[in-house]
């Protein structure tokens, strides 16, 4: 008898001594580079958990001026993926992956987008419009999938959830939008960052320089808006978190067009920031652009 509880219990002291079985999600998170914050967070909702998200320029950085600082080669060699924008605005990028000498597959996020033109240039700021949002989020998705196939079902997931908050974004977007009188719908901005935003809503954006905050407005540019914004009584002028504030500053003296606000373009926020995720942005925009359109000062 003695003999028999021994052996029973030596069987039940074996079998909590037997490894646990790993949960089925216990493999690392995909590590994933994005070149700027707005492609951070479509891969931190689609990914969530899943994913470890890198971003190379980071909330209130200018993708378009990046220099890309010591570490980011190390970010690259060590990734499983890397999303990029495309449509020429990482033009910092090919020196980057030289450098870096990695082989991770480059993603574009913007694949399947029809450019915007602005002269021989295509216009790189396709999320902008919330319909091509989701186009991004989609190739992000099948992207995702692709590298790590064993978590396909939870990207497919939070992809669905992620985009169906889209789908309400851009309903507000367009509610707001439909509160402004048609003649009001014209602002003046820093840069070309709105275009695709102006032909999905139907408010008309003019930039004294062109798509990239590079760029320099001339004085025949800058005469050439003071003059449209007094022919067509364009009511607002709007700073941009990422331009220098003294050029529309300068326009609003000029004019009498009242500074409605700054809008973001290229960058969200930190945490405490008016926009720290793009649907952020997006809502801060759009209301912005509404407070100073539909009042008549």
């Not at 029973?8 to 790993?22: E, F, N, R, W």
């Not at 996020?109 to 989701?134: M, R, Y």
């Not at 998705?141 to 939870?154: G, K, N």
């Not at 014209?186 to 990239?212: C, L, M, R």
Request: hydrophobic residues 45%; contains cysteine.
């Amino acid at each position: 008898m003695i003999r028999r509880r021994l052996i029973v219990c030596g069987l039940c002291l074996a079998y909590l001594l037997l490894p646990i079985a790993a949960p089925a999600h216990a493999q690392a998170p995909l590590k994933v580079v994005a070149s700027f914050s707005i492609l951070g967070d479509f891969v931190k909702n689609v990914g969530s958990d899943r994913v470890e998200v890198t971003t190379l320029v980071g909330a209130d950085g200018d993708v378009h001026v990046y220099t890309p600082a010591p570490g980011d080669a190390r970010k690259i060699t060590d990734a499983n993926l890397v999303i990029i924008n495309g449509f020429g605005l990482e033009g910092w990028l090919p020196r980057l992956l030289q450098v870096s000498s990695a082989r991770v597959p480059i993603v574009t996020a913007t694949k399947g987008i029809a450019p915007l033109k602005l002269g021989s240039e295509a216009d790189p700021h396709a999320w902008q419009s919330v319909a091509n949002a989701k186009s991004y989020v989609v190739n992000i998705r099948d992207a995702l999938i692709a590298a790590d196939p064993a978590d396909a079902e939870s990207f497919r997931k939070n992809a669905q959830s992620y985009l169906a908050k889209l789908d309400a974004l851009d309903r507000e977007v367009r509610e707001a939008v439909a509160q402004i009188p048609p003649n009001r719908r014209k602002v003046i901005s820093t840069h070309d960052a709105f275009g695709y935003f102006a032909s999905a809503y139907g408010i008309q954006f003019i930039a004294p320089i062109g798509v990239s905050t590079e760029s320099e407005a001339s004085a025949k540019d800058i005469a050439g808006i003071v003059t449209q914004i007094r022919a067509e009584k364009i009511p607002a002028v709007f700073l941009e978190r990422m331009s220098d504030p003294r050029l529309i500053r300068r326009i609003a003296a000029e004019t009498g067009a009242k500074i409605g606000g700054t809008l973001y373009s290229d960058s969200l926020t930190d945490e405490k920031g008016d926009a720290p995720t793009y649907i952020d942005m997006v809502r801060h925009n759009i209301k912005a652009l509404t407070s100073a359109l539909v009042s008549r000062f």
